[in-house]
């Protein structure tokens, strides 16, 4: 039993994983982009 | 011995093209650190981005801090002596954080109540004494914590590089990459810590699945699982079996440190607090119970991986680094995953690999060296001095303390002889804080008549937990081990065990002296928008 659920969380979060992966690593260069202009943008409104 | 091992660890495929894929990378990671310098104006934004930060930029700055190579070397490490039954750390904690990212549990109201730390929730909730005590406990349990990560980061570069056979590398690796991370965490703070984390978490995601990949066409899953059996037998995979050198009161722990990880430890609730709503921490959350099971899980792996080659493929590294009953002294088994790594991956990807684990032990460096420093000038410095300190003179001191820091755990690693696993040495020395903070954010959160003197006492019981800490229970006599033989003859309680009585007896007192002591003027629970 032992080894059938190992094998089935193994190999299950590797699969989530990898679909996460290129979804975050699209995602979150859009993020920086939004994150750099934010904070961009509050600096000019400071000064 | 030392010559064995000198010439067992010299046969790695690293090579120059993987040295320049190193630096390449190195470069990239300081030029950010000084790209991004201009952004920081003030607090906010040194150490919490701005609270400006997405949901996928959370996620990959959440798995690139908690997945560090300290992880990944530690998770070896557990992989390599417990086998499949080490996966239960995994499922532990990729459940509970789920359920949090489910709730919000914790989290959500923390983000609510727009603290910059933990120690400034204590404050909000109880009192000022209570924040100073909770930043200085949090300070020490967590500087402690990080005592190592310096030198088993080092072991790894050593490890698959083949550097381990020069007497000397160790401590030089463990200086340059110290140099490298402060340069960039001092000058660019949260912001520089973010982009780093991001790019690392698209170097190592690919890396560790392709590495994975090239493990499993090499061995064979079903000759992995057949191998462990013969050798190892049933204890190798159920953690539940007194054999498997966990057992039912590990097991609970595991799942104690799921959530302390998630959800009480400050590197990962930093990142919840610097989101840019409630919602998106949820999603943060449940997206993460991903990474944070991978974390887990792929190491172990490549430690399992690496016990099976070297039992059946290179038996020089197994005489090396498996112990037989009775036989002689083996080699430190930190090294097994790194060495296994560097025999079995092609060149380039080698140095790929190497760069993703460089990266992972600078982005895990540079957050926890930034949370602490900060603990120190926010929660301990600052409301011991009230008003007086100006958001410049913060700045520079958080600055002052991440190179403080830094000095320490050079000097920690090097003189630190204890014979704990990574990971459980970890958990004991981050239980001197958590054990309280976990007793004051349950309470403080959600019940309405947590005291500050309940709180304050209950923060204080925390440091009980360094009772299960190998040198400390064999001064006191929790554990005898004869000098001779060098094995444990007597052990009245083990580290996990330790643990859980130290969460239990910090509840205890946190309720008992909320009763006893309330306070005159009750503060008000937050309640999530």
């Known amino acids: 039993m032992w080894q059938q659920l190992w094998t089935f969380l193994f190999f299950g979060a590797l699969g989530i994983f990898a679909l996460m992966s290129v979804w975050v690593t699209i995602g979150g260069y859009r993020d920086i982009k939004t994150l750099l202009q934010r904070l961009k943008d509050d600096t000019s409104e400071e000064e | ?529």
């Open chain 2, 1 to 529: 011995m030392e010559e064995a091992f000198s010439q067992a660890v010299s046969q790695t495929q690293f090579g120059t093209l993987d040295w320049i894929i190193v630096a390449l990378y190195l470069s990239i990671s300081v030029f950010i650190g000084f790209g991004v310098k201009k952004y920081v104006r003030n607090m906010s934004t040194y150490l919490g981005a701005g609270r400006a930060v997405g949901t996928c930029l959370g996620i990959a700055t959440m798995t690139g801090t908690e997945m560090g190579l300290i992880t990944v070397m530690y998770n070896a490490q557990k992989g390599f002596t417990g086998g499949f039954a080490a996966f239960h750390i995994a499922l532990a904690a990729g459940i509970v954080t789920f359920f949090v990212g489910l709730s919000g549990f914790f989290v959500c109201r923390l983000r609510d109540m727009k603290v910059l730390t933990i120690p400034e929730f204590y404050e909000k909730r109880f009192d000022r004494k209570t924040r100073i005590l909770g930043g200085i406990m949090l300070a020490l349990g967590g500087i402690l914590n990080m005592g190592l990560f310096l030198k088993v980061g080092s072991m790894f570069i050593v490890g698959i590089t083949g550097m381990s056979a020069e007497s000397q590398a160790l401590p030089w690796v463990m200086t340059l990459l110290l140099l490298l991370v402060l340069v960039y965490t001092v000058l660019g703070g949260m912001i520089s810590v973010i982009i780093t984390d991001y790019v690392q978490f698209v170097v190592l995601s690919f890396g560790i699945l392709v590495t994975t990949y090239i493990c499993i066409q090499k061995l064979g899953w079903t000759h992995i699982m057949e191998s462990l059996e013969t050798t190892r037998g049933a204890s190798s995979f159920n953690p539940l079996d007194e054999g498997s050198g966990f057992g039912w009161s590990y097991v609970a722990w595991m799942a104690m440190l799921g959530l302390v990880s998630c959800a009480i430890w400050p590197t990962a609730v930093a990142r919840a607090l610097a989101m840019e709503s409630t919602q998106a921490v949820k999603r943060q959350y449940m997206w993460s119970s991903a990474s944070f099971m991978i974390r887990f899980l792929i190491p172990c792996f490549w430690g399992i991986c690496a016990f099976v080659y070297f039992n059946d493929q290179a038996p020089e590294l197994g005489t090396l680094f498996i112990p037989t009953e009775g036989g002689v002294e083996t080699a430190n088994n930190l090294y097994a995953m790194p060495i296994f790594l560097g025999r079995i991956l092609p060149a380039g990807l080698v140095g790929l690999i190497t760069a993703a684990m460089i990266a992972a032990f600078m982005s895990t460096h540079d957050s926890y060296l930034l949370c602490w420093s900060s603990v120190i000038t926010q929660d301990i410095l600052a409301p011991m001095m009230g008003r007086t300190l100006s958001t410049k003179a913060r700045i520079q001191l958080t600055r002052l303390f991440i190179v403080l820091i830094g000095l320490y755990i050079l000097y920690w690693g090097l003189i630190y002889e204890g014979s704990d696993d990574i990971w459980d040495y970890m958990n004991v020395t981050g239980a001197v804080y958590f054990t309280g903070a976990f007793s004051l954010l349950l309470g403080g959160l959600y019940w309405r008549r947590a005291s500050s003197t309940g709180a304050f006492l209950a923060l204080l019981s925390g440091l009980t937990a360094l009772l299960g800490l190998d040198p400390i229970q064999r001064m006191v006599g929790l554990k005898v081990i004869d000098p001779e033989t060098g094995e444990v003859t007597r052990q009245i309680m083990t580290g996990d065990q330790v643990g859980l009585l130290t969460v239990a007896a910090s509840l205890a007192i946190f309720v008992i002296a909320s009763l006893l002591f309330p306070d005159k003027q009750p503060k008000s629970i937050p309640t999530t928008s």
